[in-house]
């Protein structure tokens, strides 16, 4: 699976940073899902954009995507002071509806569409020094994970499910929890072997959102509305769900993947390979 070939794409993200979105505890995906996600964008990066990944990880302990792709969450335990500060940075809450209102739903920038766009821009600037960049990559690689986990861009009063609680086979959870790991563990898959099953299935759609000017906070949309169609949570308000609820959600979640690795790799090559403008 290889992302769209891009031209001029992510230009309001420049708008967003400089205008609405003026710069200014939840966890999606578990480590497996966000080395997914790394896995499948690395497949589709350009010989130029992957020498550029290469060089700004190339101190890591493992310099890959996805070696730095649960970075953002690990920095809670390993950097507790910057893990606060850039907690809001790993989801949106849309108070109520599907709908973007900057003042309501990203206050101040700290959101992940607004973290999102940041540090796009901050990677795509090559004047900027090698470590700004190296986090900002690292940061760019797991927030767009994080906006494609629809509980992390949902419109209900719970903290993304996790004041949802569920019962699964006797056990107590939350649905966050649910969505961060359990439904994946349904494939029985390692993240590598797990990744690379989902790039073997037939090529994704044109995907209109790598044109958009506002692509971050469509892809947050598209997990709010999910939600809105009935995909996420159970049915009529349940909290005892059962295997079939796990396998029924199980499509949705791998598709999130797969949109995610695709739009990752896209938005990385734009940034650290960016095309020649036409004559």
Not at 155 to 179: E, K, T
Request: aromatic share 6%.
């Amino acid at each position: 699976m290889r992302p769209n070939r891009l031209s001029s794409l992510f230009p309001a993200l420049l708008l967003l940073a400089a205008g609405v979105l003026a710069p200014g505890d939840a966890r999606a995906w578990s480590a497996e899902g966000h080395r997914i996600v790394a896995r499948i964008a690395e497949s589709g990066l350009t010989p130029a954009a992957r020498a550029e990944v290469d060089r700004l990880l190339a101190g890591e302990a493992d310099p890959t995507l996805a070696g730095i792709a649960a970075w953002a969450d690990q920095l809670r335990d390993e950097d507790p002071e910057r893990g606060r500060a850039t907690a809001k940075w790993h989801y949106i809450n849309f108070q109520g509806r599907c709908e973007f209102q900057a003042e309501l739903d990203c206050p101040g920038n700290d959101c992940v569409v607004g973290a999102i766009n940041r540090n796009y821009l901050l990677l795509a600037q090559p004047g900027r020094g090698d470590d700004a960049r190296r986090d900002a990559l690292k940061f760019l690689v797991h927030f767009v994970g994080d906006v494609h986990q629809p509980l992390h861009a949902g419109q209900r009063d719970d903290a993304g499910g996790n004041r949802y609680q569920v019962n699964l086979d006797g056990r107590g959870s939350n649905l966050h929890r649910i969505w961060d790991g359990t439904i994946l563990q349904r494939r029985g898959l390692e993240s590598p072997a797990h990744a690379a099953a989902l790039l073997e299935q037939p090529p994704l759609p044109p995907d209109p959102t790598l044109r958009s000017p506002t692509p971050a906070l469509d892809w947050a949309l598209e997990s709010c509305r999910l939600i809105e169609a009935g995909l996420v949570y159970p049915a009529d308000g349940r909290h005892v769900i059962d295997a079939a609820f796990l396998d029924a959600r199980l499509p949705v979640a791998e598709a999130r993947l797969r949109l995610a690795g695709a739009r990752l790799a896209a938005m990385l090559n734009h940034a650290l390979a960016p095309p020649a403008a036409a004559p």
